[in-house]
C-alpha cells in the first residue's frame, strides 16, 4: 500500500528557506502514471496548490503566485521529492502536504498525513 | 490559471437528505474536474475524477456530474459521517486551482 510522509522543521523564522521532503514507500516514484505535488492548507483555510514534478523531473509546474521562491525536485534513488521555499513569512504558515498526482487526471488519489509548518519571530 | 468558484461555501443539512454543491470554473476545463473530502486534522480524500469518476472504496452516495464550466457533486441519503469540508479542483491546466471548500453540516 502506498504511503508518503511529509517531514521538515515545524518552526521557522520569518526569512528563512523552508526545506520539505516527502518520502514514498509501497511503491516507487518512477511510476510513468503519476506527477508528485505539493498542496498546503493555512490554518482554518483552503487548499493551496504550491507545485508539481514528474519523476524524470522533465516536467515541472508551480503555483504562479509563489514561483519565485519555490523550487520541487525528485530524487528516484531515494524515492523522495522535495519542496524549497525560499524567504518565508508568516503568511506561509500552514500545514503542507505532498501527494500524488493522476498524471491525465491530474486527481490526488494519495496523500501524506500532512506536516504543520509555522513561521513566527 | 483558472480560478475556481464553489457554493455555496456552507450548508447544513438533516441525516437522510440530499445535497448538491456546485463549482464554476472561469474558462471550459471539460471535464478535468475532481472532488475532494476533507475532515478536520486529516489531508484530503479524492471522492471522484474526470467530473464523474467514483473512485474505488467511495460509496455510490456521492456523484458528480458536469463539463465545460459548470460541475456538481451531490451527496444523497446523508449520514453524520458525511459532515466534512468539500473541495474542488480543475487539473485542465497544469497549473492546478482549488475550489474556496463547502463546509457541509449535519443536523
Known amino acids: 500500500q502506498l504511503r508518503l510522509q511529509e517531514s521538515g522543521p515545524g518552526l521557522m523564522k520569518p526569512s528563512e528557506t523552508l526545506s520539505l521532503t516527502c518520502t514514498v514507500s509501497?511503491?516507487?516514484?518512477?511510476?510513468?502514471?503519476?506527477?508528485w505535488g505539493w498542496i498546503r492548507q493555512p490554518p482554518g483555510k483552503g487548499l493551496e496548490w504550491i507545485a508539481s514534478?514528474?519523476?524524470?523531473?522533465?516536467?515541472?509546474y508551480y503555483n504562479p503566485s509563489l514561483k519565485s521562491r519555490v523550487t520541487i525536485s525528485v530524487d528516484t534513488s531515494k524515492n523522495q521529492f522535495s519542496l524549497k521555499l525560499t524567504s518565508v513569512t508568516a503568511a506561509d504558515t500552514a500545514v503542507y502536504f505532498c501527494?500524488?498526482?493522476?498524471?491525465?487526471?491530474?486527481?490526488?488519489?494519495?496523500w501524506g498525513q500532512g506536516t504543520l509548518v509555522t513561521v513566527s519571530s | 490559471d483558472v480560478p475556481m468558484t464553489q457554493s455555496p461555501s456552507s450548508l447544513s443539512a438533516s441525516v437522510g437528505d440530499r445535497v448538491t454543491i456546485t463549482c464554476r470554473a472561469s474558462?471550459?476545463?471539460?471535464?478535468?474536474l475532481n472532488w475532494y473530502q476533507q475532515k478536520p486534522g486529516k489531508a484530503p480524500k479524492l471522492l471522484i475524477s474526470?467530473?464523474?469518476n467514483l473512485q474505488s472504496g467511495v460509496p455510490s452516495k456521492f456523484s458528480g456530474s458536469g463539463s465545460g464550466t459548470d460541475f456538481t457533486l451531490t451527496i444523497s441519503s446523508l449520514q453524520p459521517e458525511d459532515s466534512a469540508t468539500y473541495y474542488c479542483q480543475q487539473s485542465y491546466n497544469p497549473l492546478y486551482t482549488f475550489g474556496q471548500g463547502t463546509k457541509l453540516e449535519i443536523k
Open positions: 514534478i514528474y519523476y524524470s523531473g522533465s516536467n515541472s
Open positions: 509501497g511503491g516507487s516514484i518512477r511510476n510513468g502514471d503519476y506527477n
Open positions: 501527494a500524488r498526482l493522476g498524471y491525465s487526471s491530474g486527481a490526488g488519489d494519495n
Open positions: 474526470r467530473a464523474s
Open positions: 474558462r471550459s476545463i471539460s471535464d478535468y
